[in-house]
Antibody, heavy 121, light 107 residues
Framework: QVQLQESGPGLVKPSETLSLTCTAS????????WSWIRQAPGKGLEWVGY???????KYNPSLGSRVTISLDTSKNQVSLKLTSVTAADTAVYYC???????????????WGQGTLVTVSS | EIVMTQSPATLSVSPGERATLSCRSS??????LAWYQQKPGQSPRLLIY???TRASGFPARFSGSGSGTEFTLTISSLQSEDFAVYYC?????????FGQGTKVEIK
C-alpha cells in the first residue's frame, strides 16, 4: 500500500519561495507520474502540475514560470517549488500519484493527506 | 482553459433518495471527464473517470454518464457515507480543470 506524506513550512512570506516535499513509502516513485494539486481554503481544486521520471513535465500555465516539480529517486521524494508567492498561493497542497491508466491519461490513485501553506508576512 | 460548471451548488437529499449532479464543460471534452468525492478534512478521491467508469472501491449505486459538454453523476440511493462534496474535472486538455463542486448534504 503506497503512502504519501507531504512536508514543508506551513507559513511562507510574500515574494519568497514555497518548498514542499512528498515522501512516498510502500512503493518506488520511479515509473509513475507524480502531481501536485492545491485547494485554497473553502475553495475548489486546482492542478499545479505533474512530472514523470522520464522527464515529461507539465505545469499549469496560470502559474507561469514560478513552479518546478522534481523527483529525487534516491530519497523516493517528489518536490514542489513555487517562487514569488502571494496570498493567492495560500492553499492545502496535495501530492498525488497518477497511477491509474486510462488510454493516454493517468488518474490519481494515491493521495497524501495534504499540507496547508499560508502566505503571510 | 476549459471552464467546468457544476449544478446545483448544494443538493439536500434524504438518505435512500436519488441524487443527480450535473456538470457542464465550456467546450466539448468527449468522455474525458472524472468525478471526485471529498469528505471534510480528507483528500479528494477519484470516483468516476472516462465519464462512466467507476473507480475501485466505489459501489454500483454511483454511476456517471454524458459526453461532449453535458455530464451527470447519479447516486441511486444515498447512504450516510455519501454525504460529501463532489467535483467534476475534465482531463481532455491541459490544464485539467475542476468544477466548483456540489455539496450533497442531509435533508
Amino acid at each position: 500500500q503506497v503512502q504519501l506524506q507531504e512536508s514543508g513550512p506551513g507559513l511562507v512570506k510574500p515574494s519568497e519561495t514555497l518548498s514542499l516535499t512528498c515522501t512516498a513509502s510502500g512503493g518506488s516513485i520511479s515509473g509513475f507520474f507524480w502531481s501536485w494539486i492545491r485547494q485554497a481554503p473553502g475553495k475548489g481544486l486546482e492542478w499545479v502540475g505533474y512530472t514523470h521520471s522520464n522527464g515529461r513535465t507539465k505545469y499549469n500555465p496560470s502559474l507561469g514560470s514560478r513552479v518546478t516539480i522534481s523527483l529525487d529517486t534516491s530519497k523516493n521524494q517528489v518536490s514542489l517549488k513555487l517562487t514569488s508567492v502571494t496570498a493567492a498561493d495560500t492553499a492545502v497542497y496535495y501530492c498525488a500519484r497518477l497511477g491509474l491508466p486510462s488510454g493516454i491519461y493517468y488518474h490519481p490513485d494515491y493521495w497524501g493527506q495534504g499540507t496547508l501553506v499560508t502566505v503571510s508576512s | 482553459e476549459i471552464v467546468m460548471t457544476q449544478s446545483p451548488a448544494t443538493l439536500s437529499v434524504s438518505p435512500g433518495e436519488r441524487a443527480t449532479l450535473s456538470c457542464r464543460s465550456s467546450q466539448s471534452i468527449s468522455t474525458n471527464l472524472a468525478w471526485y468525492q471529498q469528505k471534510p478534512g480528507q483528500s479528494p478521491r477519484l470516483l468516476i473517470y472516462d465519464a462512466s467508469t467507476r473507480a475501485s472501491g466505489f459501489p454500483a449505486r454511483f454511476s456517471g454518464s454524458g459526453s461532449g459538454t453535458e455530464f451527470t453523476l447519479t447516486i441511486s440511493s444515498l447512504q450516510s457515507e455519501d454525504f460529501a462534496v463532489y467535483y467534476c474535472q475534465q482531463h481532455n486538455t491541459w490544464p485539467r480543470t475542476f468544477g466548483q463542486g456540489t455539496k450533497v448534504e442531509i435533508k
